[in-house]
DNA sequence: GTCTATACACTGATAGAC
DNA sequence: GTCTATCAGTGTATAGAC
């Protein structure tokens, strides 16, 4: 029945993406993501062939969660620069917050092995056609001129903007364990107020005073 | 022979590192780091009984290049916070530049593993004593007070140097992809360049004008 | 200390019954 | 579509000769 198929396709998927995320593409066991979504062994083969292209899925529907919201909010050309780096900051850490193990997952497997990113590229085009640096470039370099923000480039901006967001969360056994004592609770309050310090910092490195 | 044995163990224990390091724990194979050494399968377990062994020296040593850097640094209680942040950044980049994958390396297997910290801390009580904000907090404190600097705390302060000088490299291969056409140079030049970017808005970020 | 040969467990994948 | 049984390949680790 279709409407079996769709809900054990699904119950791979959501399994196979809690043990890739947590275990990685070789510390990952068939048999494990198989226990995890209540079926049987042969049936992950039956619906995906093989490993590789199980994880291969479970890749691309974790980077579709990241890097479109990038685009989304830079694209937002009516917002001022202070408005989009507010705006960008509250919603990615919200983001960062729902799903805090993508990122590095994310960044681990490409390091071993950063083909899939071309992959990834041929398969959604959108992602490809990320010339929207040029624009965001245009307006930085605008507000600049204006005497409102200090000269900056947009490649640079963004790396600290997303690299202040995500790298306490990617990080964060080493930094918690070293700074907080590996204090779980005294770490959550640290997250969460660094929303509000982040995007001070960032206004604060760029604005014109 | 001993000195037979010193230097046998060192090319195992160098041909672990590069191999751990760009596979990963359970992506390495003893194999590869036998042939990477030049020597036998059986002579790892010879010298380092299991890989586990092997693979928590490696992880040791690597963990050792980048924390102690920090402690170092920020004990330097001679310098004011400007002198450390430009101090820091230019010789973190350039450790850096040095060993390009052990914090991606070091993140990553702590993410899949946390418990590995107790024990590097247990060996090195050293690492542990880094009660050292302590001390950065009282020297923001007061040139906070003085008006030479805006409020921040020590554990925020360091999380967003240390995270703008290690993002770009650890998501080198996602950043390079999507804001650098995957093109190398330009994104070593982009590198060569952030030096200074980072200095310059960390210091804006933080200074009272 | 260093090698060859091999034991033993596990993993991804398939065959075939229902 | 889903299961059980099983295969072929690979991985860590050890035994034993030199």
């Known amino acids: 029945m279709i409407e079996q198929a769709k809900d054990t396709e699904t119950k791979i998927l959501d399994a196979a993406k809690e043990v890739f995320q947590h275990k990685g593409l070789t510390g990952a066991r068939m048999q494990e993501i198989a226990d995890q979504a209540g079926i049987n062994k042969a049936l992950l083969h039956y619906y995906y ?5 199980l994880f291969e899925k479970v890749f691309e529907l974790a980077f579709s969660v990241f890097i479109p919201k990038i685009r989304d909010i830079v694209l937002s050309t009516d917002k001022s620069v202070f408005d989009k780096i507010n705006f960008f900051v509250d919603n990615y ?11 590095g997952f994310v960044i681990n497997e490409l390091n071993r092995n950063p083909q899939i990113l071309v992959q990834v590229f041929e398969k959604n085009v959108q992602f490809k056609e990320m010339n929207l640096f040029e624009k965001f470039d245009a307006q930085l370099k605008d507000e600049a001129k204006k005497g409102i923000i ?7 901006l963004m790396t600290n ?4 967001c995500i790298f306490p969360i990617v990080a ?5 364990g070293i700074m907080f004592d590996n204090n779980k609770k005294n770490y959550d309050i640290f997250l969460e107020q660094r929303k509000k310090m982040v995007i001070d910092f960032i206004i604060n490195a760029i604005k014109v005073k």
């Open 49 to 53: 062939r093989t490993k590789d292209k």
């Open 93 to 103: 850490i919200d983001l960062l917050n729902k799903h805090p193990y993508i990122p």
């Open 150 to 156: 200090r000269p900056i480039d947009a490649r640079n």
């Open 161 to 164: 903007v997303i690299g202040l």
């Open 172 to 176: 964060r056994p080493i930094i918690q």
